[in-house]
């Protein structure tokens, strides 16, 4: 018997992707034993790639220079999103995060003056969750959203503080803490609050950065404490991290990292 709901990754598959990725990040023409550098695959593997995709047209090859470079034949599957409104994009992959994990999730809008702003929110089917209201406005510090975003700015630890200090917490974390957590959030890109910023409630988030390294939308799993084990709450993170970092390069335009 096959369990239908297990999704197997095809290794082929993925190793294209990440050739893609990679050559789409460079924005240049480039030979393909540095491309099996970047990617870490294998010479022979990654000819044999770039022979595929070049003769499906997905990426061009000049036969003098020996380097290859994105094609116009991506085009073909980026028609259908161009002149898509972003939020639609949006939707379909954080409702499949809820559906998957069974929560709920808040998609928060970051403003000039440092507050966050609901904007929409997606609840996996019949489950117990709470009830945050459209266009419902926070502090920017609040909550796990708060934590990410004084790690993405770099905020030093004295402004911080003060952004710390504007928030309304029904049961207030130390400052150590908080900052403590901030700078875990530096490295991994999420953050949680457990019951803080609301008594019962779990909630992880991260953040999607604009093309500047500026902070343009807020992402949080809300649940009723007690819903989600450990696990299950660093799983979400993760969707949720995977989820901002898709946000970040496809919309906002940002470079991909190193």
Request: charged share 20%; hydrophobic share 45%; with cysteine.
């Amino acid at each position: 018997m096959v369990d239908e709901g297990v999704q197997k990754a095809v290794p082929a598959v993925q190793n294209a992707i990440s050739i893609l990725r990679q050559l789409a990040a460079q924005g240049r023409s480039i030979g393909a034993t540095q491309i099996a550098r970047e990617t870490g695959l294998n010479v022979s593997s990654t000819f044999n790639i770039l022979r595929t995709l070049t003769n499906e047209g997905l990426l061009s090859f000049d036969p003098e220079a020996k380097t290859y470079r994105i094609g116009m034949g991506l085009m073909e599957f980026a028609i259908p999103l161009l002149g898509a409104n972003p939020a639609d994009l949006i939707r379909s992959t954080l409702t499949a995060i809820a559906k998957d994990h069974q929560v709920m999730i808040a998609l928060w809008q970051i403003t000039e003056n440092q507050r966050i702003v609901l904007t929409d929110r997606f609840t996996a089917p019949r489950i117990v969750h709470a009830v945050l209201a459209r266009d419902s406005r926070l502090p920017v510090f609040a909550g796990a959203i708060g934590r990410c975003y004084a790690a993405a700015t770099g905020l030093d630890k004295s402004a911080t503080k003060k952004g710390f200090d504007t928030v309304i917490w029904q049961d207030p974390p130390s400052f150590e803490s908080y900052w403590a957590d901030v700078l875990t959030a530096r490295e991994t890109g999420t953050a949680s609050d457990r019951g803080q910023l609301f008594r019962g409630l779990d909630i992880v988030a991260t953040l999607a950065l604009d093309g500047e390294g500026v902070p343009r939308l807020g992402m949080s799993s809300i649940t009723i404490a007690g819903q989600q084990t450990e696990e299950s709450l660093s799983a979400v993170a993760s969707a949720l991290r995977g989820a901002a970092e898709q946000i970040e390069r496809c919309i906002f335009c940002r470079p991909t990292p190193g």
